[in-house]
């Protein structure tokens, strides 16, 4: 069971140089995070350390030691992969579920031509809007035309039409 819990383990990470060079060698062995976790959780690092690495940099004209520092992993945890910041304002976080919920799910089975929109929080219309006849505005949030009266200065009413 050591074999699959999340640890730091012997990796190797390309080292990459600026355009134009070549590091010798161009791979290091550093500790990463790696093993499994549970539904929703993803193994990271929750502390790190800086490695120093001395390597050849080979260029046009000159080959010369040069230190690379690179990121180590020093302990391990299984975290969520979605983490409050990845939330929108439509949702909430749940650190149970490892997820962004919406704030105020309403189900939209009852309506046929309405679904609902995970990322927007809301029902939304499920076919295009229409051209509607003289006199009828499209409503998306209705998903149909409907006539809108006047009722005083700043006001409104929806009047449906099915």
Not at 8 to 32: C, D, E, S
Not at 61 to 88: F, R
Request: one cysteine or more; a positive charge.
């Amino acid at each position: 069971m050591k074999e699959v819990i999340c640890v730091p383990r012997r990796t190797l990470v390309k080292l990459i140089p600026q355009p134009g060079y070549i590091f010798y060698p161009n791979y290091a062995p550093v500790n990463r995070c790696s093993g499994f976790c549970p539904k929703n959780k993803l193994c990271m690092p929750v502390k790190k350390d800086i490695k120093k690495i001395i390597v050849r940099m080979d260029g046009y004209n000159s080959s010369e030691c040069y230190h690379v520092l690179i990121e180590e992993h020093v302990k391990c945890k299984c975290q969520c992969s979605v983490k409050q910041n990845h939330c929108n304002v439509h949702q909430i976080y749940s650190e149970n579920n490892c997820a962004c919920e919406c704030k105020n799910r309403r189900t939209c089975n009852e309506e046929r031509q309405m679904i609902w929109n995970e990322k927007l929080c809301k029902c939304m219309c499920n076919k295009p809007e229409e051209i509607c006849s003289s006199g009828l505005e499209w409503v998306p949030s209705l998903c149909g035309c409907a006539k809108i009266m006047e009722i005083a200065p700043y006001q409104s009413y929806i009047n449906i039409r099915k």
